[in-house]
Nanobody, 116 residues
C-alpha cells in the first residue's frame, strides 16, 4: 500500500502562485511515477501532470507553461508549482502514485481556490 498526503492548497488571487506538495509513504518501492489530478466543482476529474522516478514529465496540454511538476526522490515527495493562476484552476487537487502494474493510488486532495 502507498499513502499520499497533499498539502499547500488555499486561497489565492488570480495571477498568483501556489506550490502543492505530496508526501508518499508505505510501499515506495512500487511507485514508478507521481502525479497530480484535479476536480473542479461540477466537473469530472482531469489529469494535470506526472513525473517519473527518472525525471520524465508529462502535462495536460492546457496547463503547459503555467504548471511545473518536480520531485525529490530522497524525500519521496512531489511538487506542483502553479503560476498565473486563473479562477478556472479552482479545484481539489489530488496526488497520484503510479505503479508498473497499472495501479493508481490517490491522496485525499487539497483545495485550491482562485478568487479575488
Amino acid at each position: 500500500q502507498v499513502q499520499l498526503v497533499e498539502s499547500g492548497g488555499g486561497l489565492v488571487q488570480p495571477g498568483g502562485s501556489l506550490r502543492l506538495s505530496c508526501a508518499a509513504s508505505g510501499s515506495i518501492f512500487s511507485i514508478n511515477a507521481l502525479g497530480w489530478s484535479r476536480q473542479a466543482p461540477g466537473k469530472e476529474r482531469e489529469f494535470v501532470a506526472y513525473i517519473t522516478s527518472g525525471g520524465t514529465t508529462n502535462y495536460a496540454d492546457s496547463l503547459k507553461g503555467r504548471f511545473t511538476i518536480s520531485r525529490d526522490n530522497a524525500k519521496n515527495t512531489a511538487y506542483l508549482q502553479m503560476n498565473s493562476l486563473k479562477p478556472e484552476d479552482t479545484a481539489v487537487y489530488y496526488c497520484n502514485a503510479y505503479t508498473p502494474t497499472g495501479m493508481v493510488y490517490w491522496g485525499k486532495g487539497t483545495l485550491v481556490t482562485v478568487s479575488s
